[in-house]
């Protein structure tokens, strides 16, 4: 069984008793309480030399008490039915600083924004300044990654939050660019630091002609705007070669590392392909 699989039953089991047991308000809460939400770290680096890591997406695992992964989907998805949303949102970006401070992850840290988790967007702009500083991480150091753009329902509230985490110096990522959930029109009415590509372009994309197409066009587009690309989702070695070669400035993916506590850096044992035409099969074996 995978690991996905053992993470989605873990949380499955967990879902139901917490339906039949406690109330999915309390539920949720005991993670919080009880220190169960957790950050792992995925590497961000560069195209050119991906020894050289940019900086970490950071990712929310909860446990059960039990110990076993929970995933995140179920925990935003119950948070979102009890109205927790904006809390699990703030409580799990105190963690992720904490931790990267803890851990001395290197870097940039890319922190996921849910436009439906900005409820009280002062108090927890408020909030993350004041660890930010308080932990003596640097404020530009912070990316927020903007995704599932098209739910947001007041995009003129939405923008004015943002410029508000620019004004205190944090920067702005356009997630999943490429996906359903992003549009290109939102490029100018966010005007984003970095662009991440999604995955499902990114797959193959050294094979499908059309994809490839695209993809060039976007970075070409992003570059010429000024905008750093993040491509997302690489796994194989011929992918991050094309990507490199149409100038995409970082790439991130399971080819260069999982999602992991503490964060891995990502040496030259880990890039072991670096120079060699063929891709190891173990590199693909990897656990999360
Ligand atoms: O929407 P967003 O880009 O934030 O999603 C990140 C998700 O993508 C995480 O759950 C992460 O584990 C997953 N992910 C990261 N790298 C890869 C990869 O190389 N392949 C696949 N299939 N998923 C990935
Ligand atoms: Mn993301």
Sequence with gaps: MNAWRRITEAAGRWGRRGARGEDRAGWLAAFLEEGRIGSHFQPIVEALDPTRVYGYEVLMRGRS???ELVAPLEL????REVGMLPRLDLHARLVALHQARLHRAVGSLFLNFSPRAVGEGRQHLEATVGLVDALGLRREDLVFEVTETDRIEDLQAFRQVL???RQAGFRIALDDV???YSSLGLLDQLRPDFVK???GLVRNVHQDAFR???TAKLLELASGLGIT???EGVEHVAEWRWLRDQGADLVQGYLFGRPTTPPASVGPGAVSFLGTET???ARLDLKG
């Design 212 to 214: 490839g197409s695209i």
């Design 76 to 79: 935003l998805e119950a948070a």
């Design 163 to 165: 410029e508000t985490y």
């Design 279 to 281: 891709e190891p099969a």
């Design 229 to 231: 690309t993040i491509a």
């Design 65 to 67: 008490r039990e110990g």
């Design 197 to 199: 590509i999604d995955l």
């Design 178 to 180: 490429g996906s359903g």
